[in-house]
């Protein structure tokens, strides 16, 4: 791990919490995100365990395996994101299998990430993941965007009495074309000359206005319009 990403997480620590059923994997990733800065406030391995307490330490990110005695990780990444939406998941497992990815999605989880990554690619991938980005090991992304793709081909109607849709300022709209390209805020700031903080006010007044819960969510909704063919 570089010396320049732990100064940054060191600036912006994230409180974390880990979830593997795995001890001597927990503590590595635990001991990993708490030596470059991040603030880790619980473990937990396995499903219960890992609702309880993570309601009681209410972390801003949650890293979570899917392979978990007692409860699956997508069951508890949905009770714990439906109840709080702000929560972040991230997973962290060894399986790349489709089904498990798009699972794990359609659960709640910000991003899927694979256990043969670096410390240094899960570090930062913490980070991101309390920004709101959506990260994915190489190659998973656009399974997910394909999917949506797919989804959004074959919409469901619309109900007859289905409020009109909000309005959205030109600006939220034109970031909100850059998110459904797959597009980090950090890419989206230097591409509109905006700062970073300026892009998540965007992205959270257009989630508000939308009444989504996250960008997972927000970029399905974007595809199903056509905005990231604009």
């Not at 619980?42 to 993570?54: F, K, Q, S, Y």
């Not at 978990?68 to 439906?82: N, S």
Request: glycine letters at 6%; a negative charge.
């Amino acid at each position: 791990m570089s010396e320049t990403t732990a100064e940054t997480a060191a600036q912006h620590p994230v409180r974390v919490m880990v979830v593997d059923d795995h001890p001597m994997w927990r503590d590595a990733v635990a001991r990993d995100l708490a030596a470059a800065g991040h603030d880790v406030v619980a473990t937990a391995g396995d499903g219960p365990e890992a609702v309880r307490r993570a309601k009681a330490a209410r972390p801003d990110v949650l890293v979570l395996d899917l392979n978990l005695p007692g409860l699956p990780g997508v069951a508890v990444c949905k009770e714990l994101v439906g109840e709080n939406p702000a929560l972040r998941v991230l997973v962290l497992s060894a399986s790349g299998e489709h089904a498990d990815v798009l699972e794990a999605v359609k659960s709640g989880a910000t991003g899927y990430l694979l256990k043969s990554a670096s410390t240094e690619e899960l570090v930062d991938a913490v980070r991101r993941t309390a920004a709101g980005d959506p990260v994915f090991t190489p190659g998973l992304a656009g399974l997910v965007l394909g999917e949506y793709r797919r989804l959004a081909a074959d919409p469901a109607p619309a109900a007859p009495d289905e409020p009109k849709a909000p309005r959205l300022t030109d600006r939220e709209t034109e970031v909100l074309r850059l998110v459904a390209k797959g597009l980090s805020y950090k890419q989206i700031a230097e591409r509109l000359v905006i700062s970073h903080r300026t892009v998540q006010n965007h992205v959270q007044n257009t989630l508000g206005k939308l009444q989504l819960h996250n960008r997972v969510e927000l970029v399905r909704y974007a595809i199903e319009r056509g905005l990231d063919d604009a």
